[in-house]
């Protein structure tokens, strides 16, 4: 018996064998049928392996190459058992079922990117190379004009050097303390604003009418043709303003409302004033050079000129001063709005001075020409129904300054400053949001932009109190010239710090317009338009809008 355990052994490895080969046989059959089946989708597939194809086929020396008896019964399985073996090296992905086929594929909801609030795009380049190229020449007349002035008090006739040392003796002081003042003005109109906003809305409205014709009154009683001129503008203006102040009563309230609301989270940025610090004392710096470079051009060729372009560049440079401060606090708080983040000041101050400045330069170009145009539209709107003739001019310019409004206005830097848009874009993608939440009656209710300028009227006319007492008593000829001086200054400053509270109001609109559901929001705005809608309110429409168009008017 034991002799023939081998034999019996190699017989029944010869059989094992044979079998191996009649099932690698048929599973070669059984392979072209599920592949044929594969191509059908009607086998299930769940788990594919490969292998060489060296590990299947007949082989005398099959057993030792495997080497357990486990991989030999891998190879019997059946190819329809789910753990099937791919053979030629060939793998086949597994075919879904009918049933999961015929499932539609649920398509995720696309969410907003967050990278679009980080946008490292310059925006505005052309604006931007045109206020860089303006401020170099801007740099090098001052300078030169500055050159000149120090030149006719050392190197000129002594009748140059007389006239040079008045000028600085009765000139430079009114104007250094225009300058301080207006500061000093700035930040007690944002303090008190910021402070009692309810308060200081009324009070500015009819504060500005009061000092506006006080200032008047004091120039035309100095009784010289020069200040009898702008004593009767600023009595003109006393007047309008006193009128619109009459006009805006009811909106008063609302106006309140939402600077109250918008004002909320100035507190949980403790840096936020810090943009407003760092742009008034770069603006007084560059008015102590720039009124230097104004007594140089009185002993330089074509004087008026000269002072005329000075001016248009102080203009603009302090718009663009004002906007970048309004870029940064837009970008704070909007994104408190939108992401509820608590952004740095620091970081949005930076961004403003390089990536956005293009816009600000445009935007500070256009925004107080179309504004001032569109003040030119409302009035002549008043007049609707008088005359035909003027009632088809009315329209006509409403008309053409609503369409230009589209494309540039002071809501677009808050979009500008979010999502790094340029000006235009920005301009109309936040109107079409108003439109889109039915808003355009609401925001045209909003003062808070008519009070920033007031509070910068208020200023300006306190200066010309102060340096016109002063001036008409040291040197009465210049008392018409140092009070428009004294009052641009005071007007410039004080715009600069109200950028802050006029950026919170302007984003709260626009963010509202956005997403009126976050909760950091209340109904205050909804309530209004139900008011407006249901009859509930009398609301006085404003001129800006026709009235076939206006809302229960």
Known sequence: MGAAEPVV??????????????????????????????????????????????NIGVNNDLPNQLGDSHVAMMQRLNPSNPLRIVINGSSRMPTPSPSQTSLPRSTPTPQPSL???????????????????????????????????????????????????????????????????????????????????????????????????????????????????????????????????????????????ILIKSLEPVPKFRDLNQPTYCMLGVGFLWMSLWILAVIGAMNFYFTPLIIIALV????WTAEVMRNIVNLTVSRVISLYYLRGMQSSSQFCFQRALTRNLGSACLGS???????????????????????????????CCLGIMQSIFRYGNGWAFVQIAAYGKGFVQASQDTWQLFERR????????????????????????????????????????????????????????????????????????????????????DQTIKEQQNMMNSDREVVVPTPGVPRRFSTNS
């Open 115 to 257: 990278t679009t609030l980080n946008s490292r795009r310059y925006t505005n380049r052309i604006s931007l190379f045109l206020f860089v190229l303006h401020m170099v020449v801007a740099v090098g007349l001052v300078s030169f004009l500055i050159f000149k002035g120090i030149q006719g008090l050392t190197e000129a006739s002594d009748s140059v050097k007389r006239k040079e040392r008045r000028i600085l003796k009765f000139y430079l002081p009114q104007v250094e303390t225009a300058s301080l003042l207006s500061i000093t003005l700035a930040f007690v109109w944002q303090k008190a604003v910021r402070q009692w906003p309810k308060f200081m809305v009324q009070f500015i409205l009819w504060s500005s009418f009061l000092l506006s014709l006080s200032a008047g009154i004091l120039l035309i009683c100095f009784q010289r043709a020069t200040t009898d001129g702008v004593g009767v503008c600023l009595i003109a203006f006393a007047i309008g303003n006193g009128l619109y102040a009459c006009w805006v009563t009811q909106r008063i309230g609302f106006c309140s409302k």
């Open 365 to 395: 170009l256009f925004v107080p020409a179309i504004e001032a145009l569109r003040i030119v539209a409302r009035g002549l709107n008043l007049l609707e129904g008088e005359d035909e003739f003027m009632f088809s001019c009315a329209h």
């Open 9 to 54: 052994e190699r017989e029944g490895e010869r059989r094992e064998e044979e079998e191996e080969e009649d099932e690698g046989g048929e599973e070669g059959n059984e392979r072209e049928k599920e592949e044929k089946d594969v191509e059908k989708g009607q086998v299930l597939g769940a788990k594919e392996k490969v292998i060489d194809n060296s």
């Open 312 to 315: 248009l560049s102080l203009a």
């Open 438 to 521: 039915g808003m355009e009656s609401i925001v045209d209710l909003d003062i808070t932009s008519s009070i920033c300028f007031l509070t910068g009227v208020c200023s300006g006319s306190i200066c010309v109190i102060v340096v016109a007492a002063w001036t008409a008593k040291v040197h009465e000829t210049f008392t018409a010239t140092l009070s428009l001086l004294s009052f641009f200054i005071g007007y410039l400053m004080t715009r600069i710090a109200m950028a802050l509270p006029h950026a919170c109001v302007s984003c709260y609109y626009v963010c509202y317009a956005e997403n009126p559901d976050t909760r950091l929001f």
